[in-house]
């Protein structure tokens, strides 16, 4: 969907040779009116920065993964903490993203709070995504303050820490992470939030 914006034609132009298109940009609200309204359809999508992207269909691996990872997460991380499972994440008035898993200090009724939670952790499982979860989710989490973001990768069989966000004009949201891990199946991984708690990385990917 697009809109368009007319200016005032220049002497001796056409005015069909002035119109200039631009992106749509949905808001929460419109984005939540219409996927009650069924406009989607059967599509699984998410809101990015009020672009609308279409997300595959999770393949058996992806499943697995996240599965996995969310047991192993939820059983590291203690009471005062809670992990929500392939769910919206309520970031702004531009983005509703579904991280496989997000994880948040406090219990579930804080969720429920008018002002945005920002996730101590999101771990994302990747396979035909893994450009897009590198890329512009990636650059959103570190807008929005993600602090350790992680990619269980399905392709390579390994796990991506990425960390420390920062300012980077280059990135599509404007942000990225400067700290960026790569640790095999054999190597440990603590949480920024719980650094004394060791995560094998085998117990996370399938």
């Not at 990636?138 to 399905?154: F, K, M």
Request: aromatic share 10%; hydrophobic share 40%.
């Amino acid at each position: 969907m697009e809109s368009a914006v007319l200016e005032k034609p220049a002497p001796g132009e056409a005015e069909s040779e002035i119109i200039e298109s631009y992106p749509f940009k949905w808001s929460a609200e419109n984005y939540l009116k219409a996927s009650a309204a069924g406009l989607f359809g059967d599509k699984r999508v998410e809101m990015i920065e009020g672009e609308i992207f279409e997300v595959n269909a999770h393949s058996k691996p992806h499943i697995v993964a996240a599965n996995k990872a969310y047991e192993t997460l939820r059983f590291a991380f203690p009471r005062g903490y809670v992990l929500t499972n392939q769910s919206t994440l309520y970031a702004d008035e531009t983005s509703r993203p579904e991280p496989d898993i997000a994880v948040f200090r406090g219990d579930w009724n804080d969720l429920l709070a008018e002002a945005p939670l920002t996730p101590v952790l999101i771990c994302e499982a990747s396979l035909e995504t893994l450009s897009y979860d590198r890329g512009r989710k990636a650059s959103l989490y570190a807008r929005l303050g993600v602090r350790d973001y992680w990619i269980l990768n399905l392709r390579e069989g390994r796990l991506e820490i990425h960390r420390d966000p920062q300012p980077m004009s280059e990135k599509p949201s404007g942000f990225g992470y400067a700290s960026i891990q790569f640790l095999t199946r054999q190597q440990n991984i603590a949480p920024l939030e719980l650094p004394q708690t060791t995560i094998s990385v085998a117990e996370l990917l399938p």
